[in-house]
């Protein structure tokens, strides 16, 4: 069983920076993309961003421009570079990764980004 694991989450004014990790706890093969998502509290999960196994990335149209997503193959571990944090950008944020063969999903257990002054 695949565990994926985020971490750098936390609380951190408006205008700032974090870089969030998830890494998973062995290879996945059969990788179609990884991605982030997040959810606020009483919002439905959103996708904030994807890079796929060609490393084609897609972002949220609120997050582009400010969030980079990337994946280092070798550590299992795909990041999300957050830039010029905005209240709005609150949220739990989970990991996922989708794959072309059953178990076709992992997910995080998500970690707390909270943007405040």
């Known amino acids: 069983q695949v565990q994926l694991v985020e971490s750098g989450g936390g609380l951190v004014q408006p205008g700032g920076s974090l870089r969030l990790s998830c890494a998973a706890s062995?290879?996945?093969?059969?990788?179609?993309?990884m991605g982030w998502y997040r959810q606020a509290p009483g919002n439905q999960r959103e996708l904030v961003a994807i890079?796929?196994?060609?490393?084609?990335?897609n972002y949220a149209d609120s997050v582009k421009g400010r969030f980079t997503i990337s994946r280092d193959n070798a550590k299992n571990t795909v990041y999300l570079q957050m830039n010029s944090l905005k209240p709005e950008d609150t949220a739990v944020y989970y990991c996922?990764?989708?794959?072309?063969?059953?178990?076709?999903?992992?997910w995080g257990q998500g970690t707390q980004v909270t943007v405040s002054s």
């Open positions: 996922n990764v989708r794959r072309l063969v059953y178990p076709y999903l992992y």
């Open positions: 890079i796929t196994s060609t490393e084609s990335t």
């Open positions: 062995r290879s996945i093969n059969s990788i179609a993309a």
